[in-house]
Structures are given as structure tokens and as C-alpha cells.
């Protein structure tokens, strides 16, 4: 049934390519088919994985809202990238099976490379652009990206865990579109734009729309090739810890800072003056 | 007043004006641990619950309006201005990390826990009930 489905996903989706729709993977100098987001509405990075487009909501057309469950992976491009993916996600999409190994992949800009302050240490997962929980989808080259382990697990893992338990609960749909942001002819995406829609309750229970930066804190990665170094530090960078709440920075030995719950507590290396940037002020206490 | 509270890994409540998660098998495990207390709740909430459950009661303002030994559901604020009001704390861990933009900032220390349990929902692995006295 899934596999019907997927070829008359195709098939439409070849169709809108034929009709000019485009299935190109998206430049960041224009928004693709059905993007909302703008290079404009999308700011630097600056210390959140993600950060919410538009009001969080998404850009679906009326007609897209189906309840009926399909997945479409646009082709590779001619360097080899991938494009926008969507799927209608309902509970016959989901995985029955373990999943199983994707290593034989290796998408634009792969590169091997690990780092102590890496979690896990490697850098780069080999990331879904449609989540495996979601549609079950293995070694699809179409689906698979050069992704930081950060923008894997810190951005994009929770909206999919959100998705995924949202149509175990419920039996209903979400419409989930994925379009990876790629500048110029760089190997690696600069991030990834996320949007769901949940469909029988028009976007009662699952509702985003939000940019997933592809980077690592503390490495600086070269887009076009996939290349990366260790972040140097200048002399004026130490670490601090964050009251994302309060808007307070502390060193880490102050007591102000062992007492921030861990909601809104956020660890921090860089220097004093990028913290006040952003609005912080220094702890009255360890004056830091 | 015992507050009864959901959360991730981060202490998320609430993400885009939307519940993180929701799970049959906790509606039911929370109306089996009022046994016949009121619950009070928001109406948000209470589209959560269907007809045949027990003595729910709606208000907007249901942290104020909960009474001694009566439980309140919490979805929609964090908790934390209301400590003073709380005779206990039940929480609700989903044992995931979801998106969030409102968290529940309770101090825990400010509690004892009296019970930890774990079960399995009906879309979540493992869920883990934590209640605690003040």
C-alpha cells in the first residue's frame, strides 16, 4: 500500500517538475515552490538551534491538507543534492521495522571528521530530511543530508518526536514539508526549513514553521566543500552560563549560576561583548 | 492544591500555543490518582478528556480556584508563581525532547517525592509519574 502510494507521489510530483512547478533544491537568493521562507526572515545564528518563521505557521495551500498519507522526495540535483521532501504522515507511513543501516549514503559534502566537543564526536550524521520515525525511510539518497549532529539532535529531532507521537496518539495526519537551504553550489546546507500542519483538526494539535541551522558550537564548517575546523578562540572568550530567562550571564563557579534551573540554563563560549550584544547583562554577583 | 504537570527532557510544557504531547493511558493514570478528587483545568484541557470522565471542573483561572487537596491540570502557564499555593506537585515526565517556548520553572528542591513510577502510554514507551509533597 505505501509502495502505491509512493509511486502516485511520483508521479504527481514528476508531473509538477514536467509543468514547470520546479523540484530543484532550493537556493537561499530565492524562495522555491511553496517556500515561505526569505532570506530576510531568517536570522544568524545566535546560540538557539532553530528559530520560528512567520509566526510558526506554515505555508501549506488548502489543497495539500489530505488526509490521505503520501511521501514525495525531490530528485537530486545535478550536484548531486537533495531537494524538498513532503510527506502526508499517518500511521500506515510509520516504520514496522528497525531501522536499518544508511551508511552505504554518502551525501553532498560528507566528510568523516570528529571533535572532542562534538557529542558523540562525530560532526556530521548522515540526517533524514523526513525523519525515520515518520515514513520509514532507510538509504534514501533522496532524504538523506550532510547534517551536524546538532542540527540533528538539538534542532531537528524534537519537531519529529512531536510529529511522530502527535499520529501514534491521534490515528490523524500531518503535512510535513522539509526544505533543505542550500547557498549557491555549497555542498552542505546551510540549515533546514521545517513545517507541520496537522490535518483532521486544521492545526489544533501540530502546528510549526521554523528554520533548523545546520552548524556546530565550536566549529567552523566550510559550506561549499563540507570542510571544518576547530573554532579559535581569542583571548577574550571563556565560557559562561546563560539564564535564558532572567537574561543574566554568570561565570560557571558563581552560586547564582548552580541555582538556574535547567530549563533555562545554557552553557556559553565566547566572549563578554557578543553576550551583551544579545542582550545579556552580567550577573551583579560574580560580576563576570 | 496539587498541581499536575507534563513535561519533556527540558521541562517543556508547551510549544506554538500547543501541548508538547498527550497520551490516553496518562489521562486515565491522573483521573485513577484523583480517585474522585475534582481536577480542575483550563479549557484548553478539558478537550483533552471525554465525556465519561470523573469530576473535572473548568476555569480560566483553575490555580486560584483549586481548593485543598484538589488537583489541577496544567498545561498552559508555568506553575511556578503559584508554589505558594501548592500542597504537592505531580509530574508527569514524557521521557522525549519536544520543541518547547514555555517551560515549568518549579524549583523541585522546594519538594519531597514521595513516589516515582514508570508505565508504559498508549503512544509514548515510557512514561514516568513523580509525586511529591511540599
Same mark, same amino acid.
Given at each position: 500500500m505505501?509502495?502505491?502510494?509512493?509511486a502516485l507521489a511520483a508521479l504527481l510530483l514528476a508531473l509538477w517538475c514536467l509543468l514547470g512547478g520546479g523540484c530543484v533544491?532550493?537556493?537561499i537568493s530565492q524562495a522555491g515552490p511553496g517556500v515561505t521562507a526569505a532570506p530576510e526572515d531568517i536570522p544568524a545564528f545566535s546560540g538557539d538551534p532553530y528559530v520560528v518563521l512567520l509566526d510558526n505557521e506554515p505555508g501549506f495551500t488548502e489543497s495539500q491538507l489530505t #488526509?490521505? #498519507?503520501y511521501e514525495t522526495y525531490s530528485p537530486l540535483d545535478q550536484l548531486g543534492r537533495c531537494g524538498q521532501a513532503m510527506a502526508c504522515v499517518g500511521t500506515d507511513l510509520m516504520p514496522t521495522e528497525e531501522r536499518g543501516a544508511i551508511g552505504s549514503v554518502k551525501p553532498t559534502g560528507w566528510q568523516t571528521v570528529k571533535y572532542d566537543c562534538v557529542d558523540g564526536k562525530? $560532526?556530521? !550524521?548522515?540526517c533524514? $530530511?523526513?525523519g525515520f520515525q515518520l515514513t520509514g525511510? !532507510?538509504?534514501n539518497k533522496q532524504n538523506l543530508i @550532510?547534517? @551536524?549532529r546538532y542540527m540533528n539532535v538539538d534542532g531537528m529531532l524534537p519537531f519529529e518526536n512531536m510529529v511522530a507521537d502527535y499520529v501514534k496518539e491521534t490515528e490523524n495526519h500531518v503535512l510535513y514539508r522539509v526544505t533543505p537551504f542550500f547557498e549557491?553550489? !555549497? $555542498?552542505?546546507a546551510s540549515g533546514v526549513q521545517l513545517e507541520a500542519k496537522s490535518v483532521e483538526d486544521q492545526g489544533e494539535g501540530v502546528c510549526f514553521n521554523v528554520y533548523v541551522y545546520n552548524c556546530q558550537p565550536g566549529v567552523v564548517i566550510d559550506y561549499a566543500t563540507g570542510e571544518s575546523r576547530l573554532e579559535e578562540r581569542t583571548g577574550d572568550e571563556k565560557e559562561y552560563v546563560l539564564n535564558t530567562s532572567s537574561k543574566k550571564f554568570h561565570l560557571p563557579s558563581c552560586s547564582g549560576a548552580a541555582s538556574i534551573g535547567e530549563a533555562n540554563r545554557q552553557d556559553f563560549s565566547g566572549s563578554r561583548e557578543e553576550l551583551m550584544n544579545r542582550g545579556y547583562d552580567p550577573c551583579g554577583a560574580c560580576k563576570p | 492544591m496539587i498541581a499536575v504537570v507534563c513535561v519533556d527532557d527540558r521541562g517543556g510544557m508547551l510549544f506554538n500555543r500547543r501541548r508538547q504531547s498527550q497520551d490516553r493511558v496518562l489521562r486515565g493514570d491522573l483521573l485513577a490518582l484523583a480517585a474522585g478528587r475534582p481536577v480542575w483545568m483550563n479549557g484548553y484541557s478539558l478537550g483533552q478528556f471525554g465525556p465519561e470522565t470523573g469530576d473535572l471542573r473548568t476555569a480560566e483561572d483553575c490555580l486560584d480556584r483549586a481548593g485543598k487537596g484538589e488537583l489541577c491540570f496544567v498545561e498552559t502557564t508555568d506553575p511556578a508563581p503559584w508554589l505558594e499555593r501548592m500542597e504537592g506537585l505531580v509530574l508527569y515526565r514524557w521521557n522525549r525532547r519536544y520543541p518547547a517556548d514555555l517551560y515549568c520553572t518549579l524549583p523541585l528542591e522546594d519538594f519531597v517525592l514521595e513516589e516515582r513510577r514508570e508505565f508504559a502510554g498508549s503512544s509514548h514507551e515510557c512514561i514516568t509519574r513523580e509525586v511529591y509533597r511540599r
Open positions: 505505501k509502495q502505491g502510494r509512493r533544491s532550493i537556493e #488526509s490521505s #498519507s562525530y $560532526l556530521y !550524521n548522515r533524514h $530530511l523526513i525511510e !532507510n538509504a @550532510t547534517g @551536524t549557491g553550489e !555549497n $555542498l552542505v | -
